[in-house]
């Protein structure tokens, strides 16, 4: 057997390339759990990876708002962001959200 080895940057472009085009299937809220997601709510845009979900609450975890995603299919896309706001954990109400995607990039970490 064979190793190659590559930077973590790589890594994580490869990996996005490759679940790019996987299909959301879930049967529960609770699937959810362990994904990163990125919601609009009613007010604001949360992304961030779901650790557990507390009835109509999701927590997260590595949580940023974001103020303006900018272009909606770039965000979605190749995760870029026009300003983004890390907060570290945070709770999000289901009951605000309107809309949720896949976020198939790592998770920002710097003000922007």
């Known amino acids: 057997m064979k190793t190659i080895q590559i930077s973590e940057e790589t890594f994580e472009k490869i990996r996005d390339q490759l679940e790019a085009d996987e299909a959301i299937e879930l049967d529960d ?3 959810l759990v362990g ?8 007010t604001f845009h949360l ?3 779901v650790t557990k979900r507390l009835g109509s609450f999701l927590v997260l975890k590595k ?3 974001v103020p303006s995603s900018g272009r909606f299919t770039q965000a ?10 890390p907060v570290g954990d945070a709770l999000i109400n289901l009951n ?3 809309d949720a995607f896949p976020w198939r990039h790592k998770l920002p ?4």
Do not use: H, P, Y
């Open 63 to 65: 949580a940023s708002w």
């Open 96 to 98: 605000s959200v309107t």
């Open 109 to 112: 970490t710097q003000q922007k």
């Open 29 to 31: 809220l609770d699937e």
């Open 76 to 85: 979605i896309k190749d995760g870029t962001l026009d300003e983004v706001e």
């Open 35 to 42: 994904q990163k997601w990125f919601f609009r709510t009613v």
């Open 47 to 49: 992304v961030g990876e």
